[in-house]
């Protein structure tokens, strides 16, 4: 923890810092040993570059979350992610951060006739990889999904979309 907190490198300059982020991880999030000082310091708030660390802390801690099927306290530190990321303007980390909160179910819309056709987030994410080219396997460790599951989201997206190719799904994306 205390290398993603940190960044690397001696984590005795950062004492000080660390004790400021206990307050925003769960115990769950914090492993022992190393990290106790995240435990024992309750009440601060993070005021210094750290805060860019902690960030990133929960947004791979809840990409991580979310891949063991652990949606729901997942949520929690994307969403923070995600609200810290867009204070510090760091717009491609809260972007990043909104695409696992969606993957999450976070805006999950109601399924009704006129939403039936429109394609979930992950199979536009599926459609937007296998049209630049990429394989399944390919798809699958970039999406932290499996190469099945990604066909699955594939064959969804060729359903939807009328089609039946990888060609066409690529001509059928360039024209949206």
Known sequence: MITAVTGGGDHRHFASDVFAIQHTLTPAAVPSPPCDPLVRAPGKTPRSRIAVHLARAHLVYGEWLRREQRRVEAR???????????????????????????????????????????????????????AEGHTNPEIGARLFISPRTAEYHLHKVFSKLGISSRRQLRHHLALA
């Open 76 to 130: 929690e530190h994307l969403r923070a992610a995600h609200d810290m990321f867009g204070r510090f303007g760091a717009a491609a980390f809260a972007d990043r951060a909104r695409r696992e909160l969606q993957a999450t179910g976070e805006t999950a819309r109601k399924r009704t006739v006129d939403t039936r056709d429109a394609l979930t987030v992950q199979e536009a994410q599926v459609a937007r990889l296998a």
